[in-house]
């Protein structure tokens, strides 16, 4: 672990640009990465939070295909979609860049030069996956097939979603080319490696043995996994048509592979950065005195704990990552997010469904992160939080507050007198909180943190309770200056403790408090970053109080300042406004189901006479009632055109008796009767399913009457 570092240097993971940006991608990595990032700034620390879009591989090539676009035209559309979402949702990035930049290719171009001219590859012909009819090499997720391991059948070629093994293509049982559907065959092509095995030593001792007691259990678990089974070589290039040329002789037609060229993204963009910055980038990479966190999840752990570590180690003059605090999944409804089923919440449709609530989504992952675990968001979890928590708490005791200052003082802080002890504990209290919610941000207990967040408002409003200003206010209008100045100091923390977490909403507290006017009260952080940060943005500038100064000083807000006006900081939201996401939600499962739904096989071929034998007739539901003891079944009378008869029929779990009366119905009259629990069946009411899996009556849709035959 390093100890008092000079400079931060973040990454968050790169989003691969074949679709939009979704909750699950916020909470696994771009919100806590945001709020470890805005927590060292608000400390003074040299922060650089680097992330850019992944605009190479296969999933890119197989998006271009599917929307017969090239894959230029993909990795624009994408790349502007998501870069809005992450400003939208205040993700701090000092540089968020593509990899599809020259300076990217530059820079991947020369990493892959310098191991190559180390001798750090083995270059080795193998036999590859090939789809004849497409002429083409099949990189991985060109190919699916069954997985060895699950028998999963929609596996693909380095990876089983199911089961989370990572694979080969020529694991696959029974491989099919998704291009063609083309069984492939097997061709000898020349490919570079990265021989991991030889670095088992080195990941042995920096992991499992240095970083046993301070990485994630999940992230330990998994990386020790894969030592244990045993590391193998892992091609470096592949036989595709979009990405990175490998810079060597006689290596046409092939591209660096994804994860070799993505990982080193990071660097390209951190270079771009120092140079728009006029900084040097090489300390951010390069100096031991530098601490490198990566922000990831899970599904990505291998690359940015084995792969890449290998990677930097070999080319020998890269810093480590001090932690890779990967989160593992959000879940949706119970369900898992999949971006191809549009089993998601978009980011940029959430902001068109509840404008200027980002701090609100942000708050509800946060609160509900998949640390440790998958975690599950549904809608009510979020509209609860928002109404008993954000409302409740933290917006009711700063709406207090305000209301309270401007009716008694025009606004004005008032000069406390006499200090009691209840004032005494509760302003010490305070100068604790930045610690204990420090102590859990630097352990990326993200979640933690926000929970002791709300304990500040929680004091406050427990202040307010006890105290009672409103009531002592009658005998005692020199008590509630005191009382006023300490609850003001309370919601002045606020406007800084929940910048990390709730950046809009702080700055939103900040206004009302017109921090904006003090900033001759505290110079400290201002002045660091005009000493470092020549080119920090006004957002930071303008900030007057520092993470520390609420443990320093009992003066946040001084008496003699003005405030402004009261301004709710956190709406209700109503059910329907919930019911509206779940309705949409559920909208998505019925297409998704009717989409994937698969017609049975066609049963053996019959003669026209043996359909002529079927007498089926449209009738009408007279009487319907439920088969004593029998879960299943509904006894019917049934008008055939014939006759009014009897039929049993198992549909009870579907419908009840009074909504099907009167039903107009298919009946097959000729079949032969048949006791069922005592009652004789005189028939059979045609039924089918629908996408959903529900029962549907097979009814004519004109006005036939009864006793019309079906032919």
């Known amino acids: 672990m390093t100890q008092n570092p000079k400079r931060y240097t973040i990454t968050a993971a790169l989003p691969y640009t074949n679709g939009p940006i979704h909750i699950g991608h916020l909470a696994g990595v771009y919100v806590p990465a945001d709020i470890y990032s805005r927590y060292l700034r608000l400390q003074g620390k040299d922060v650089a939070f680097i992330c850019g879009s992944d605009e190479h591989g296969v999933a890119i090539s197989m998006k271009a295909k599917k929307e017969g676009v090239t894959p230029q035209e993909v990795i624009d559309k994408y790349d502007g979609i998501i870069r809005k979402s992450f400003s939208d949702f205040g993700i701090s990035f000092n540089n968020y860049s593509r990899t599809s930049a020259k300076i990217h290719h530059d820079t991947a171009s020369e990493f892959f030069r310098t191991l190559y001219d180390k001798g750090d590859f083995i270059e080795e012909v193998t036999e590859q996956l090939y789809d004849a009819k497409a002429n083409q090499f099949l990189a991985d997720r060109f190919v699916v097939g069954t997985c060895p391991k699950c028998d999963n059948p929609e596996a693909y ?196 469904e509840f404008p200027d609530k980002q701090d609100v989504l942000r708050y509800a992952l946060t609160s509900n992160a998949p640390e440790t675990k998958d975690n599950d968001f549904t809608w009510k979890d979020f509209q609860a939080r928002n109404n008993n928590e954000l409302v409740a708490v933290f917006g009711n005791f700063v709406n207090r507050v305000v209301v309270l200052t401007n009716k008694y003082y025009d606004g004005v802080i008032p000069t406390p007198n006499e200090f009691s002890e209840i004032d005494e504990a509760t302003l010490n209290e ?169 017609a049975e096989p066609q049963k053996d071929l019959i003669q026209f006479e043996d359909f002529a034998k079927m007498d089926i007739r449209i009738g009408t539901i007279l009487e319907a009632e439920k088969m004593p003891k029998a879960n299943k079944l509904l006894v019917l009378k049934v008008d055939t055109g014939i006759d009014v008869r009897t039929i049993v029929s198992g549909i009870a779990e579907s419908f009840s008796p009074e909504e099907i009366i009167g039903k107009r119905v298919s009946v097959l009259a000729n079949l032969a009767p048949r006791a069922l629990r005592g009652v004789e069946s005189q028939g059979m009411i045609l039924m089918t399913t629908n996408a959903e899996g529900k029962l549907v009556f097979v009814n004519p849709d004109a006005d036939a009457p009864n006793g019309a035959t079906v032919n």
């Open 157 to 352: 070629g380095d990876q089983c979603e199911k089961c989370g093994s990572t694979l080969n293509a020529t694991d696959l049982i029974n491989p099919k080319s998704t291009i063609t559907g083309e069984t492939p065959i097997l061709k000898e092509t020349k490919h570079w490696f990265l021989p991991l095995d030889r670095y088992t030593d080195f990941l042995t001792k920096w992991i499992l043995e240095g970083h046993k007691s301070d990485w994630k259990t999940n992230v330990y678990g998994q990386v020790k996994s894969w030592i244990d089974a045993g590391l193998e070589p892992r091609a470096v290039t592949r036989d595709l048509d979009w990405g990175i040329d490998v810079p060597v002789e006689g290596a046409e037609g092939k591209k660096l592979y994804v994860w070799f060229d993505a990982p080193i993204g990071y660097i390209s963009s951190t270079k771009e950065w120092a140079a728009r910055e006029g900084k040097d980038w090489e300390p951010y990479w390069k100096d031991e005195e530098t601490k490198l966190v990566h922000f990831i999840g899970k599904d990505n752990i291998v690359f940015h704990c084995i792969i890449f570590p290998a990677m930097l180690k070999a080319e020998g003059s890269y810093i480590l990552p001090d932690n890779v605090p990967a989160n593992e999944f959000l879940n949706l409804e119970g369900n898992k997010l999949s971006t191809s089923k549009n089993w998601a919440v978009w980011l940029h449709e959430y902001l068109e």
């Open 430 to 598: 305070l100068k604790a909180y930045p610690a204990v919610i420090a102590s859990s941000v630097e352990r990326y207990r993200f979640r933690e943190a926000l929970g002791e967040l709300m304990n500040v408002a929680r004091l406050g409003n427990k202040y307010l309770a006890d105290e009672e200003p409103w009531k002592v206010m009658k005998d005692n209008p020199e008590r509630v200056k005191t009382q006023m100045y300490v609850a003001l100091q309370i919601a002045a923390a606020l406007s800084v403790l929940a910048e990390p977490f709730l950046p809009f909403t702080a700055a939103k507290l900040s206004r009302i408090l017109n921090l904006g006017d003090l900033k001759e009260h505290f110079k400290g952080f201002s002045k660091f970053l005009k000493e470092n940060h020549p080119g920090a943005t006004d957002v930071f500038l303008d900030k007057t109080l520092g993470w520390n100064d609420i443990s320093e000083h009992s003066d946040l807000l001084p008496a003699g300042h003005k405030i402004g006006e009261a301004e709710l900081l956190f709406a209700k939201i109503e059910d329907e406004e919930i019911q509206k996401q779940i309705d949409k939600l559920e909208a998505t499962k019925t297409a998704n189901l009717a989409e994937n739904k698969q």
